[in-house]
């Protein structure tokens, strides 16, 4: 069965000079976990260090395997049987084929999509509607500043649905 956390329980604190202990207990937790964290971190670092002398090769190596794969695919790609949208064969060691990506736009490197929006913002309106989106949103500052200012009024507000809230947050400053 999975290990689940639970919230650690603490009682209620009673005075100020709880509170302060409290706080000595925080500061001396965080130090902790920040050393901690620190042995991990070199931990982590260690490990990395001895692993990738045998890692790094491996992925170099399956990095140039991929590429060949692909390379003799390209180079074959008369030989595949067309299935749908990709075209394949079936080896006993799995699937090779070669596949459409999604289509997408693409612009040369001397044009920029600013440009494009420009020229698009000289099409007749109709097309340039369709092309040029414009996202509706609320301005919930705006709508607030009209409630405190009194631009929208009580019934207004009640109409809306609105109402301006802040919760109060206890907080601690460790010295």
């Not at 964290?37 to 190596?61: F, V």
């Amino acid at each position: 069965m999975p290990k689940t956390a639970t919230k650690q329980q603490t009682k209620p604190l009673e005075s100020w000079d709880e509170v302060n202990a409290a706080l000595l207990h925080i500061k001396r937790a965080e130090a902790d976990v920040a050393r901690l964290q620190g042995r991990l971190d070199n931990g982590t670092a260690k490990l990395q260090q001895r692993y990738s002398p045998q890692i790094d090769p491996l992925q170099d190596e399956l990095k140039a395997t991929a590429e060949a794969v692909g390379d003799f695919v390209f180079a074959h790609r008369k030989e595949l049987s067309q299935e749908g949208a990709s075209r394949s064969v079936l080896l006993e060691a799995g699937r090779v084929g070669l596949r459409l990506s999604p289509a997408k736009l693409s612009i040369p490197k001397k044009l920029t999509w600013a440009k494009v929006l420009d020229c698009i913002r000289e099409l007749p309106k109709s097309l340039r509607d369709k092309l040029i989106r414009k996202k509706e949103a609320l301005d919930k500052e705006a709508l607030m500043d009209a409630i405190e200012d009194g631009a929208i009024d009580e019934d207004q507000r009640r109409i809306l649905g609105v109402s301006i809230i802040q919760d109060e947050t206890a907080y601690y400053e460790l010295a």
